[in-house]
């Protein structure tokens, strides 16, 4: 997630996702333009896959 954000965890790995890339990442609708501009806009990537641990 550093990698992408940009910034490293905080708190033991508590706090690590909360980052418009990472939002906007997963939100963006890829048969929208406007979304794919503006992720363009700010830099951000698409993301296609989340893998989720609950524990």
């Known amino acids: ?16 996702t909360l980052h418009p890339a990472v939002h906007a990442g997963l939100l963006a609708r890829r048969e929208q333009g406007s979304d794919m501009a503006a992720l363009e806009q700010h830099g951000y990537r698409a993301i ?4 989720v641990n609950l524990y």
Do not use: I, Q, Y
């Open 48 to 51: 296609d896959l989340v893998v």
């Open 1 to 16: 997630v550093a990698e992408v954000t940009g910034h490293p965890e905080m708190l033991d790995g508590r706090v690590k």
